[in-house]
Structures are given as C-alpha cells and as structure tokens.
C-alpha cells in the first residue's frame, strides 16, 4: 500500500524542496556531503533510479497515482507520495509538471575526471554551459552519438538540474561524467590532464585556421575529446590556442553559427565514427 497524502497546506515543510527551496540550495544541502535533486517526468526517474539514486518522496498528480507513475510508485511503497489534482500542483511548483510527477532524490558523490574517462575512446567538454536546456540537450546527443563520457567546467550549468535533467530524457544517468575540480585551472591545468590521459583535442569554433569536420586524422585519432564553448561568445581564445585542432563546421546560406546543442550533435556524429 502506497503512502499517499493529500496535500493539504501548501505551507508544510515536506513541501519546501518541491515549492520554496532552490536547485542550488538543494544542491547544497547536505554540503560537503553530495545534496539533492529533483527528477521529473516518468522516463527520467526511472533512468535515475535504475542507475542507482535513492528517492526521498514523490509529488504526484491524482491522475497519474494510477496511471504512469504506478510501477514507480510501486516500487518504494514506505515512501511517501504527496498528491493533488493538477492545478494546485502547479500552483505549489511554480510550473507546468511534465507527465505529472517529480521526484526528490539524493545525489551522489561525483567521480574523478580520471574515473570517467576510463576507457573512453571519445569525450565531450562543455567549457561554461550556462543554459540548462543546452546542457540536457547536448547530454541526450553525447549519449545517442557514441561520446563516451561528458566532463563539465565549474562555470557549466548541473547536468542534474530538472530542466537539463529533462531535456537529456535521463541520459544524464545513463553517461559518464563529472565536473573538472574547481581548484583545476582551466584549461591549463585541464588540458594537461587529458594530454596525460592520452586524448587529442578538438576545439570547435569558427576559425579560419581550422580543420573541417570530417578531416580523415580526427577520426583517425585513438582518444579525442571533443570540446565546446559557453552560447554566444564560444570557446576563450586560449582553449582553442592550446587544443590539438580546431575544427569548423561549414555554412550555407549566410549562417554564420550553430546553438550549442544542434553544433554538438552534428560534431558527436561525425567526430565519433571513429568509436563505433
């Protein structure tokens, strides 16, 4: 028997990770130890929980107690299980609920860059991705188009944030990845860590003096990590100085750039050929 309870005080402190507390705050929340996060939608709290993360509660709309969200509420029936019909769901939220359910879940501690790139033949680098909607979405291409692991700068959004959690449809639990230590220099000290680890590296950005993307000694290289910039501005001129190659993707009809997202799809494609 489930533990389903009527929310009733929009005010109750139970609430307060769903209603009044922030993703950063909940990131932070047992700080040093890993924090919290929310996980929404059927499909990407399944992928969580099959790759290991322990849920907390569940906020549920009445429809869904015994629709989608049945099997998943099954599973964890000492859990506890807020719910109310849609419109006060999203009035406590702030927000739309996608297929009508959220999770609160713990996080784990993140591994080492060493750790992730364990056997990796290919990598993507995210140099401060800010959007969360970019970060998922480009987590769902890396995953889809045979990246083998996904390393994060400091300045990056959390890949465990809702919205990129969402975007990604859960391939954020399905692929490798961590962020760079703050206390490592980026991208000097982080370049000279994958150069340990063996891995080329492919700036992608807009420069004359570069590679096409389809230049046969990319696919060629053993290990290549695969490196894209913040929106708008792209990559700092010093990551790219200090890249083994600078790789272009060409334009037409006067376009002169790609989003981040669609730009990691098109060079996780044709850049990770060479592991398939």
């Known amino acids: 028997m489930n533990n389903w309870i009527e929310i009733t005080d929009f005010n109750a402190p139970e609430l307060d ?12 929340y047992y700080e040093p130890k890993p924090g919290l996060f929310i996980g929404e939608s059927p499909k990407v709290i399944e992928r969580a929980l099959n790759a290991g993360y322990e849920p907390v509660s569940f906020l549920v709309e009445h429809r869904n107690l015994k629709g989608e ?13 807020y719910t109310a019909e849609y ?17 609160l879940m713990k996080r784990k501690s993140l591994p080492s860059v060493k750790e992730v790139c364990k056997n990796a033949r290919r990598i993507a680098i995210l140099e401060n991705v800010v959007n969360p909607t970019n970060v998922g979405a480009i987590f769902r291409s890396a995953a889809a188009l045979h990246m083998d692991a996904v390393l994060l700068t400091p300045g990056c959004s959390d890949p465990l944030y809702r919205r990129a959690a969402r975007v990604s449809m859960g391939t954020v639990f399905q692929i490798p990845w961590t962020f760079f230590d703050k206390k490592i220099s980026w991208p000097e000290k982080g370049m000279e860590i994958l150069r340990d680890l063996g891995f080329k590296t492919a700036a992608m950005a807009l420069c004359d003096d570069s590679v096409g993307i389809d230049a046969p000694e990319l696919l060629e290289e053993e290990k290549l990590a695969v490196i894209l910039g913040t929106e708008g501005d792209g990559l700092a001129a010093q990551t790219i100085a200090d890249c083994d190659y600078t790789v272009k993707i060409p334009m037409s009809h006067g376009v002169d750039s790609l989003n981040v997202a669609a730009a990691s799809a098109v060079a996780f494609w044709e850049l990770g050929k060479g592991n398939i």
């Open 87 to 103: 419109e006060v769901l999203t009035k406590l939220t702030g927000y739309a609920l996608t297929r009508g359910i959220l999770c």
């Open 17 to 28: 990770a769903y209603a009044r507390v922030s993703e950063l705050q909940l990131l932070r």
């Open 69 to 81: 969200a049945s099997e998943l509420l099954s599973r964890f029936p000492e859990l506890p299980v």
